[in-house]
Every structure is written in structure tokens, then in C-alpha cells.
């Protein structure tokens, strides 16, 4: 781009590169936000400032509290690593306006203050050593900066702000080699892309970045949707962003947080439901205030690692977007002609059927090693026969069952119901 597009001409550019941009993306399925800054410390929120009205001098004093301990990135990498995700994306600077980096452009960081040093290149080097794709957060509102509020209704504050704005990022796309996304997050003062001279600065991030991808937070739609503590299907490319407790993004304490905490099962139906939609999981930890992974996150993610070790093929690179109701205790995602079920609750009786179904059934089997699957097919009638008696995955109880059809199949919910056997037909006339 030697010039800068009209919004026509960019998003027209954008759309034809997008599919090689975001192959790896659209693979990857599933990734870990991390929310990490010096409302860590108190661990009362991340909205803490706004929310308890921190007068700025007051706040600030956090930052010389705040000192993660070297090598807390390298943590929060293994494990992301551990749980099967294949990205990243770091809070460089959140919505108080402390950079976690050592930024020429906002001395309010992480080198000037606190531990000293660059958290941002500590986790670009473990993004790296781990194999993972590298996201830097950046908020658009800045509680710190005097421009932040006046930017929305002050001209010559609003040239400042978005110039500052666009030279932190200049910053983070520019010393740190090559960056896969930049996620922008709250709109707020502008309400608009022309406020934020959004257009021009997105282009001037993909000069520096060609293969970049940047989501809908700055009032463009660029390339993906980020609905937020939902699963919400879109019909473009979409990830759900979700905290790990329904309560912060940031640290609170574990063991009061621990009740709230998902579980691998719990983590196991976002991704279900993710992979069903077609979209991502961005899945966030809140580490601790030395920068270690809260302790409740452990165990469900490295469980979810371990099943995904095994059942990979139902998340990574599924290309066919679609969910199957099965049965009450089964879901299904297909993938081309396979649907594969995701049973939650085994069947201790040895047998399960799925309903409506109007496709030849080829093979069933245990997705985690192959077994086959005794089966019988009865017009629209799949049953499974000779099951184990316990649920064969030893992980999460989660076993995942692969069907493979002759042909994409379809199926009709509830296609006949057990009183047509009795010699009672449908009729068409209403009673």
C-alpha cells in the first residue's frame, strides 16, 4: 500500500489477502489472553481505577510495587503450550495506560517503573521458544493520558491522542520482529473510525506488518469479530474472548476465585461450541502479582492439553462449520463427511442411539485410537452396540466418537416419534 486507500479500496484489499493471512489462525482454534498490569498487584479488578475512583497520582504509586519475577512470561507460554493453544495475546497496555514495554512514546512503563525491565520482549522470546503465534492487546482508551477524555470533543487533544495512540503501536510492530496480531480493545472516547483516523493508521500497522491480523475494536471491521463472555456465532471469522471465572480479566485471589473457575469439562464445551460456530476461543488467565499462573487455571488446562493430544482432530483445521444434536448427552461437529460426537455423559448400559439421521453411516470409532464401533443402522436410527461400561476417555470424561458417512450427512430432529409404531401416523390437519 504506497498510498493511503479510501475505506472501498482498503477493505477490498484487506477481503483478498485475508484468506492467506489468516490460514494459520482459522487452524489454530483455540489460543490464551493474558491480562497482566499493575492492577495485578491489588488484584481487585482491572477496572479497578475507574471503578474505585483512583485519583491518578494515587494510582501510580502501584507502579513501583509492580515487579513480576523474571521469567513469569515463560510460564504463562509453557502452559498455553501444555493446554493445546497455538497463540497468544498479551495485555502490552491496558485501559490505565501502563506500557508493559520500553516505550519511547509513554514513559509511564514497565522499565521506567517497577520491575524495570521489558515484559513485552520476555514475551515475544517465549512466544518464540514455544511455537506460539505472537498478539499484543492494545487499548484504545488511556485513563493515564490527559487527552484520553478531552480527545472526543477537543480537536488539537484529539490529533495528540490518536498520534500517541498510533506511536505506541508503531512501537510494538516495529522492535519485536514479526507480530501476527494486534487486538484492539474499547472504542471509547471516539465513536467512529474517522475519530480514531483509524483507516489510515490500520494501514500504516500493515506496512510495517503485511501478514498482520487486526480484529473489530478500533470501529473497523478488519479481520475477525470478538464477541466478549459469549459464544456467539458470526458469519465471519470470530473468537470469543472469555475470562476464566466470569468475574475479572485480571487477577483476583485464587482461592476465593476457585469456585467460579471453569473446569476442563466446562473449557471442553467453549470449544465445542467454538469449532461447531467455525470461530476461535481466546481463552484469558489473570496472573498473579509476580506473574505466576493463578493456580486454579493449572489442572483444567493442562487437562484440556492432554485430551486435545488425543482428540486434536476434532479442533485444529476443521474447515466445516456445523453442530449435531445427536442425543441428550452428544454433540456433534462435522468436519466434510465425519461428524464427531462429543459425548458429555457415558452410557453405562452398554448402548446409545442417535436419531433422525438420513445418511449411510460407513464407520464408527473412538476417536483417541481408533477402536471401532459396533453399529446398526435402522431407518433414521444409528445405535451404538457394546460400548465400554466407563467412558474410555480417562482425561475429562469426554469421549469423542467418530462417524463417518457416506456423504455430508443431514438429519431431521426428531424425524418420527415412538407413537408411530403404536400404527398412529402424522396427519396434516391441526387438532
Request: proline share 5%; aromatic share 12%.
Amino acid at each position: 500500500m504506497a498510498k493511503i486507500l479510501s475505506k472501498p479500496e482498503y477493505e477490498q484489499w484487506t477481503a483478498s489477502t485475508r484468506d492467506q493471512r489468516m490460514a494459520w489462525w482459522r487452524d489454530a482454534r483455540f489460543g490464551m489472553f493474558v491480562h497482566f498490569g499493575l492492577y495485578s498487584v491489588r488484584g481487585m479488578h482491572e477496572w479497578q481505577m475507574v471503578y474505585e475512583n483512583f485519583p491518578i497520582e494515587e494510582y501510580e504509586k502501584i507502579a513501583n510495587r509492580f515487579n513480576p519475577k523474571p521469567g513469569a512470561p515463560r510460564e504463562w507460554a509453557a502452559l498455553a503450550k501444555k493446554a493445546g493453544m497455538k497463540y497468544m495475546v498479551l495485555t502490552t497496555r491496558h485501559h490505565d495506560g501502563f506500557s508493559l514495554w520500553d516505550s519511547k512514546v509513554n514513559p509511564y512503563n514497565s522499565v521506567n517503573y517497577g520491575p524495570k525491565r521489558d515484559i513485552v520482549r520476555e514475551y515475544v522470546d517465549a512466544c518464540r521458544e514455544f511455537g506460539l503465534g505472537i498478539g499484543f492487546y492494545s487499548s484504545c482508551m488511556d485513563w493515564h493520558h490527559p487527552d484520553g477524555g478531552r480527545a472526543a470533543v477537543d480537536k488539537e487533544s484529539r490529533a495528540r491522542f490518536t498520534q500517541y495512540i498510533e506511536g505506541l503501536n508503531r512501537e510494538l510492530l516495529t522492535n519485536y520482529g514479526k507480530i501476527d496480531i494486534l487486538w484492539y480493545d474499547v472504542s471509547y472516547p471516539m465513536e467512529s473510525w474517522e475519530g480514531w483516523d483509524a483507516l489510515e493508521i490500520n494501514q500504516k500497522m500493515r506496512e510495517l506488518q503485511p501478514d498482520l491480523l487486526i480484529n473489530n475494536r478500533i470501529k473497523l471491521n478488519e479481520d475477525f469479530g470478538t464477541p466478549e463472555e459469549h459464544i456467539t456465532a458470526e458469519t465471519r471469522d470470530w473468537e470469543a474472548c472469555m475470562t476464566f471465572n466470569g468475574l475479572s480479566w485480571g487477577y483476583v485471589d485464587s482461592a476465593q476465585a476457585a469456585p467460579y473457575s471453569y473446569n476442563e469439562q466446562t473449557i471442553l464445551r467453549m470449544l465445542h461450541k467454538v469449532v461447531g460456530g467455525g470461530g476461535n476461543l481466546l481463552l484469558n488467565i489473570g496472573p498473579m502479582p509476580d506473574g505466576s499462573v493463578p493456580p486454579e487455571a493449572i489442572k483444567p488446562l493442562e487437562t484440556v492439553g492432554k485430551w486435545l493430544e488425543e482428540n486434536g482432530e476434532i479442533v485444529y483445521g476443521v474447515k466445516n462449520k456445523g453442530s449435531a444434536h445427536l442425543n441428550g448427552v452428544t454433540s456433534g461437529t462435522y468436519n466434510g463427511n465425519v461428524i464427531y460426537g462429543w459425548n458429555w455423559i457415558w452410557p453405562t448400559t452398554g448402548e446409545m442411539g442417535f436419531g433422525g439421521w438420513q445418511t449411510k453411516l460407513l464407520e464408527a470409532s473412538l476417536l483417541k485410537d481408533g477402536t471401532p464401533i459396533e453399529f446398526e443402522q435402522k431407518g433414521h436410527r444409528i445405535l451404538l452396540k457394546n460400548l465400554p461400561k466407563e467412558a474410555p476417555d480417562k482425561n475429562a470424561s469426554v469421549s469423542v466418537i467418530k462417524l463417518v458417512f457416506e456423504e455430508r450427512p443431514s438429519c431431521i430432529f426428531a424425524s418420527y416419534y415412538p407413537q408411530m409404531h403404536a400404527g398412529r401416523e402424522w396427519t396434516t390437519e391441526k387438532i
